[in-house]
């Protein structure tokens, strides 16, 4: 089920998008104060605010990270690894998840935040194994087509 070319692109940049909206959709729904809790004269955001500044920084994450940087990691994977079966997903889900650990460590350089390390290596796994998630059901779902 290897995809070359224009079709592992494609791939890659549909899982980037549907991956960028559920984690987008998952961080407003969790920061997202309900009418009914909110205190007076204090400022909330709305559901969709808070969706579109969680998707613009998301979105060009999971294209950098997942449209540049994996086809490496999965080409990398494939020539060292034989992967058949439960030890070829478990090889992609603990590659995926070192990735996400280099990319949170990186984030956290960048943005001179050494003390919130931890937090974004959470976040940076969490899009990691989202984006993985995506990817790998529009591969099986190519696939299926294709035949």
């Known amino acids: 089920m290897s ?5 592992l692109i494609f791939i890659k940049i549909i899982a980037a998008i549907v991956s960028a909206v559920a984690f987008s959709f998952g961080g407003a729904w969790q ?5 009914s809790e909110r205190l007076p004269d204090i400022g909330y955001y709305s ?3 808070l969706f579109a500044i969680n998707f613009v920084p998301s979105f060009f994450i999971f294209i950098i990270l997942g ?3 994996s086809p490496v990691i999965d080409s990398m994977i494939i020539k060292k690894f034989n992967l058949k079966g439960i030890k070829g997903i478990l090889t992609m889900v603990l590659a995926y998840l070192l990735l996400g650990v280099v990319s949170g460590v990186i984030f956290s350089i960048f943005f001179f935040r050494i003390d919130f ?4 290596i959470f976040i940076s796994i969490l899009g990691a194994m989202i984006f993985l998630f995506f990817q790998t059901v529009f591969q099986f779902g190519f696939y299926k087509l294709a035949k």
């Open 3 to 7: 995809y070359t070319g224009y079709k």
């Open 31 to 35: 920061t997202y104060t309900p009418i």
């Open 47 to 49: 559901f969709s605010g």
């Open 67 to 69: 449209v540049i940087l």
């Open 117 to 120: 390390i931890i937090n974004y």
